[in-house]
């Protein structure tokens, strides 16, 4: 083999050191590079590495980290660090959510927060709740990154929901220091004047990661940009990312047990890469679900529906689809024909056929039936008892029942997707799977329901007694249809709250607020112009002290008057808020003092004029009214209390 081509001046300088240092040697000398490198260099980059080893090991030994179960090792995650290390407010953040928590958890309260749009909205939370929720649908529906519009369907590009948490958090600090410069320019009396205390406008988001968008490494893309935007909390579901519904459609496909496992450590192993303690929220929307992507874990057999009609055995629905297809079907024709074939094929649990199969036998007595089914339910039964289908067949064959037909690939969908019968139980199932990945677990309902909260709750917490749980008051429900009285929806959320659902939130409220309030004002202002603005909009603004009525201030107009001066030695002559200035905020605020200054102004004249009629003799036989006239008269004289009198 020939050897590799070298500049002349480097062989000749190779030559020079290797004679120099080793006369008559045949053994090169080490490279330059490797001279460069000596041992202790390596020591140290050694020593620095296993530093940051034991430090993450510490970490996790924390109480913030007791519950949580990670299957790699802190030197992996060491490995997929950089030299610099880097820090991000929303680790903050995030600590500040999980106290948040903790906190309703041992009072057992509930933070209680709704999808919020824009900053307007949350800097107006910030005044009377202690989390956000930035939702998906809503990123979906009105603020896109491509800004197309359209439903939840996943299908929005993934940078979406970061961008609008960034959105929001730069709002929130933006707020919080606007605040700090109004107050902190006041002497320590003017602001132990003000009526109220400062507002803590950094409430921890929770922002929705859907499914994670993809595999593994889709997730952890995506939770770093959250990290970097300022989320204190993420939620991954467990529906399929390709099938993607919101929690209130048809159609919802689930992924795999094992398969949202994979996506929550791979959330947590990017939280743990970037040394943040981010809030993981596993949602699972088992209850409503009705398909499911393959049957690889054997922790969803138990909810996979089969065919029990034998005659079934050669004919798939996946087939009778194709001929119609074939033959030219389309649409409705199709839809009858997947009905049809629905209908015929009696579609079970494999549970339920043996059930079935067990009460059906002729040869055997009642009380051998009992016991068989008892048997049954031992092996198989309870959300403890998650066993393959393989195992489940060994234990029909045992109690007599070997040759039960039952198929769960006849029924499959055209995309190949197997039935599933969604309940609370496998959300049961799912939420004790997720729990030790994830620091709060989410059931998706389709209503209200509090013994559905219950069930879930106290299946979770037979086996993980400290999870904290997640409750979606979702607007898609008809509240009004429930069932509860005024009085119960009152008392859902601290209701919910004593079961362990610690947060709670309306996903779309700040949707639904926007729309009416928008559509109610604008139908009035074409009806009744300037007047209800004024009525709907500024004086409701007044009198419920929104911070908007001087929107040149909310918005910040002081605080960049202060860099202004700052800038140009503490005067400017372009001020936005200095002379000139439109004066609707200092008649607002003059007439707001006016107001609330007419009962004690009211008192004070009284008094006065008390004391003015009881010191002057001349008024004297002089109706009150007519004696105040009188005093205030330029000159009063003999003629003017005559005709006052008079």
Known sequence: MAKRHQPRHRRQLQFLIFNTACPGSCVPLPSLAAMASPPSLIMEEERRFDAEVSEVESWWATDRFRLTKRPYAARDVV???????????????ARKLWRTLKSHQAAGTASRTFGALDPVQVTMMAKHLDTVYVSGW??????????????????????????KVEHLFCAQLYHDRKQREARMSLSRAERARLASPPVDFLKPIIADGDTGFGGATATVKLCKLFVERGAAGVHLEDQSSVTKKCGHMAGKVLVAVSEHVNRLVAARLQFDVMGVETVLVARTDAVAATLIQTNVDASDHRFILGATNPRLRNRSLADVLAEGTAAGKSGAELQAAEDEWLA???????????RDAISGLSNITDQDKQRRLREWADATGGVDKCVSHAQARDAAARLGVADVFWDWDLPRTREGFYRFRGSVDAAVVRGRAFAPHADVLWMETSSPDVDECTAFASGVKAAFPEAMLAYNLSPSFNWDASGMTDADMAEFIPRVARLGYVWQFITLAGFHADALVTDTFARDFARRGMLAYVERIQREERINGVETLEHQKWSGANFYDR????????ISSTAAMGKGK??????????????QANFLVFCCLDMWLQELLKSSSRTQGLDPEAAVAYKLLPNPGSDDRSALRK
């Open 79 to 93: 490995l997929l660090r950089g030299t610099l290390r880097q820090s991000y407010a929303s680790g903050e953040m």
């Open 138 to 163: 809503q990123c979906s529906s009105t603020h896109t990154t491509t800004n197309e519009p359209g439903p939840d369907l996943a299908d929005y590009p993934y940078d979406t929901v970061p961008n």
């Open 344 to 354: 015929a094929a009696g579609l079970k649990t494999f549970s339920d056929c043996v």
């Open 563 to 570: 860099v202004l001066k700052t800038v140009q030695g503490g």
């Open 582 to 595: 439109w004066l609707m905020d200092g008649i607002l605020q003059c007439i707001d003092l006016i107001r």
